[in-house]
């Protein structure tokens, strides 16, 4: 175990050089500087500026210096907000993206496989094409037509829930972004629960299982659940980090200080530091729930060896 | 029956003339409604996309300064008006065309550069295939908006890039099946006898594990074409996909989001179009994978 664990993160360290390499240089390779779009600075001033961030410095000497920072914990100034270092600003904004992510793959975990579950069980029955049809309708409509529509209804017409906002995190705030969020997941978890799980039944120690007598009860949580999910934990894994990193339209429907949001006004501003940093944290988060994945996986099926 | 009588070899003939596995996959699709609806609506869809704007009495980037927030009906405009007075029927059909051309053809580029990378990466194998599944790896650890941004402020907000980013991104799944599939068909002996037979590893790449792909390649295009159309509406939500006047699907939902206070038809017409033409979609890559993967059912 421990081995497996020492090896994977060898691996990822190029894994996460390369992506640091290769967005380094295709985000200077776009035309733009931070410091455009300000009161007109003098060339003097702007020489200055360039200095003070190093960005006088030919590309390549930026570069090793830039990845020297990172490899001691260093992510560098904002070029855009004046005082705040990369960190501060990922620190302000991880919390949203955080708390509208963890819950709603929780969620969507939760109900999804209930729903995969039932649906399996009651195959071809109403039940089944219930489910099916929420799924399928969860896959064909898009977040960002589910969010103004619900919008819509629930703000704008019934007013039972606030248009936008993050308000502290009030619970009213977080229903609609979560929901929205929750249902293309609800969607696919519950449709791959359901194939694993008409599969395994399927299986000849499920029948083994039946012919002892067991109850099915015991057999589904037992012996099929284990077997069925795997198909999922290693899907949930990318698609945790997905929503945490947060998503684009939901934060800007809603209106959100999250992750997301910011990523693109960096991007858009030019704000490399900035922009290299979120591109750091996913690329992290992606290794770190794919690895989380692999051990679950190994843990829940015996015959996958950790090496 | 005389043996060499012509009734004879006709029934011969008939017996040897076997059923091949795509006309069963055929049979299996054509007998599963929700596909075959599918095919219908998107024939529909490509239809109306491409004789509609012949059809409605407004050009799609006409503005009528009267017909402003016009409801459904009102001076002619069957579904209503935008907040420049122009024709959303018109719109529609313009922009279900962008989108639908967006989706095949960066669906095309993703084809290409997948099967060809993944196809190369399962054949050749060994240090070379690592290196271009590593590259993959990397590739997926990026955040996809990332790479879309630079790349249109890099070079414009032009249609094509929009084509050719998308395009990019999404073919790294399809290379990771290609590479799957790959790894199991040179196995085979038909590849061992292309191989005897002296055919280079190019050739045998092209000529003998694409065709065998095409299964796997075929259902996942299907899925793929949705995904792109999700993705350009994405961004173009986001106010980097497709540039005013024209339209998408995406565009013509963000516009209506903003506007649904006022003008509720704006948001509801685009949303519906794009939900059916995803249904569509979706039934024909389920159906397709039941068909060419009965053991799945």
Redesign the interface.
């Known amino acids: 175990m421990l081995r497996f664990l020492f090896r994977r993160l060898l691996v990822a360290i190029?894994?996460l050089f390369?992506?640091v390499t290769?967005?380094f240089f295709?985000?200077r390779?776009?035309?733009?500087s931070p410091f455009v779009n300000e009161r007109q600075l003098s060339p003097q001033i702007e020489a200055a500026v360039m200095a003070k961030f190093g960005m006088d410095k030919p590309l390549h000497e930026q570069y090793v210096s830039y990845l020297a920072g990172v490899v001691k914990g260093d992510f560098g100034p904002s070029l855009k907000y004046r005082d705040k270092s990369v960190l501060d600003i990922l620190g302000e904004n991880y919390k949203v993206s955080l708390i509208l992510g963890g819950v709603s793959i929780l969620l969507a975990s939760i109900i999804g496989m209930s729903l995969g579950i039932i649906a399996a069980l009651r195959q071809n029955r109403i039940a089944d094409y219930f489910t099916m049809t929420v799924a399928?309708l969860g896959?064909?409509?898009?977040t960002?037509?589910t969010?103004?529509?619900l919008?819509?209804v629930f703000a704008?017409k019934l007013g039972w829930l606030p248009t936008a906002g993050w308000n502290g995190g009030a619970i009213a705030n977080l229903i609609l972004p979560i929901t929205v969020l929750s249902l293309p997941q609800i969607a696919i978890i519950s449709r791959l629960t359901r194939?694993g799980m008409i599969e395994v039944l399927r299986s000849n120690y499920i029948r083994t299982a039946r012919a002892k007598g067991l109850p099915e009860s015991v057999i589904v949580r037992k012996h099929a659940l284990r077997a069925a999910i795997l198909p999922l934990v290693s899907y949930l894994g990318?698609a945790a980090a997905g929503l945490l990193?947060g998503s684009?339209?939901v934060e800007?429907?809603f209106n959100l200080p999250g992750l997301g949001k910011f990523?693109?006004i960096s991007?858009?501003q030019r704000d490399y530091t900035v922009?290299m940093g979120?591109?750091i944290v996913?690329?992290l988060l992606?290794?770190v729930l794919n690895l989380i994945a692999d051990m679950i996986y190994a843990a829940l099926d015996p015959r996958v060896r950790l090496s | 029956m005389i043996p060499g009588s012509p009734q004879r070899a006709e029934l011969l003939q008939t017996a040897v003339k076997g059923r091949s596995l795509w006309d069963d996959a055929r049979r299996r699709l054509l007998s599963n409604k929700a596909a075959v609806a599918g095919m219908i609506v998107l024939a529909l869809m490509v239809l109306i996309a491409a004789v509609g704007p012949f059809l409605v009495p407004f050009h799609y980037d006409t503005v009528t300064k009267p017909d402003v927030w016009a409801a459904p009906g009102v001076g002619g405009h069957l579904i209503g008006a935008d907040s420049l007075g122009r024709d959303l029927l018109a719109r529609l059909i313009a922009g279900l065309g962008v989108s639908l051309l967006i989706g095949v053809v960066a669906t095309s580029v993703s084809l290409v550069i997948g099967v060809l990378w993944g196809a190369t990466a399962g054949y050749v194998g060994g240090r070379v295939d690592e290196v271009m599944m590593?590259?993959v790896?990397?590739?997926?650890?990026?955040?996809f908006?990332?790479?879309v941004?630079?790349l249109m402020?890099?070079f414009g907000k032009n249609i094509f890039l929009i084509f050719l980013a998308i395009g990019a991104v999404e073919w790294l799944t399809m290379s990771r099946i290609v590479r799957g599939q790959t790894l199991s068909l040179k196995q085979k002996e038909f590849v061992e006898a292309a191989r005897a037979a002296g055919l280079t590893g190019g050739q045998i790449i092209l000529k003998h594990i694409v065709p065998n792909l095409l299964g796997p390649v075929v259902v996942y295009v299907t899925l793929t074409i949705?995904a792109i159309i999700?993705a350009e509406?994405?961004l173009s939500?986001?106010g980097l996909g497709v540039q005013p006047p024209m339209a998408s699907l995406?565009t013509l939902?963000?516009a209506?989001?903003q506007d649904?206070?006022i003008a509720?038809w704006l948001?509801i017409f685009p949303?519906l179009t794009?939900?059916i033409t995803?249904?569509a979609f979706?039934?024909i890559g389920d159906g397709l994978r039941d068909a060419l993967d009965p053991k799945?059912r």
Do not use: H, Q, W
């Open positions: 190029p894994t390369l992506v290769v967005a295709m985000m390779a776009a035309p733009g399928i896959v064909c409509i898009p960002f037509v969010a103004p529509l919008v819509l704008s194939a990318p990193t684009l339209v800007k429907i990523f693109v991007a858009l922009v979120m591109v996913y690329a992606i290794l | 590593r590259i790896d990397t590739l997926y650890s990026l955040p908006i990332f790479f941004i630079l402020v890099t949705p999700i509406s994405f939500f986001l995406g939902i963000s209506g989001a649904m206070e509720p948001l949303s794009m939900i995803l249904m979706n039934f799945d």
